[in-house]
């Protein structure tokens, strides 16, 4: 089992940046990949960003917006977000891959407003 704690969440005006962080515990040393995924009112949750031996993918909506970052040694995952729109305005979860296996966090809101 993986256990996912994020934070980071918050409201920020349109134009600014918001970090989000996760910490995985438990069979971490079985995660083979780590990333973040967005859920907004009345959406179905999307793929954010996803990280995997090094290779790194974002949703187009955020390619050049949002950097993913990994640290091993930390069992962390962060998501720098900057020039946020409204439409970026969502829950977003941490995930982390084992297998077959999906492990998600509890969610953290951001907020962008215009």
């Known amino acids: 089992q993986v256990q996912l704690v994020e934070s980071g969440g918050g409201l920020v005006q349109a134009g600014g940046s918001l970090r989000l962080s996760c910490v995985a515990s438990?069979?971490?040393?079985?995660?083979?990949?780590m990333g973040w995924y967005r859920q907004a009112p009345g959406k179905q949750r999307e793929l954010v960003a996803v990280?995997?031996?090094?290779?790194?993918n974002y949703a187009d909506s955020v390619k050049g917006r949002f950097t993913i970052s990994r640290d091993n040694a930390k069992n962390t995952v962060a998501l720098q977000m900057k020039s946020l729109k409204p439409e970026d305005t969502a829950v977003y979860y941490c995930?982390?891959?084992?297998?077959?296996?999906?492990?998600w966090g509890q969610g953290t809101q951001v907020s962008v407003s215009s």
């Open positions: 995930n982390a891959r084992s297998g077959l296996n999906f492990y």
């Open positions: 438990g069979s971490t040393f079985s995660i083979n990949a």
């Open positions: 990280t995997s031996g090094g290779t790194t």
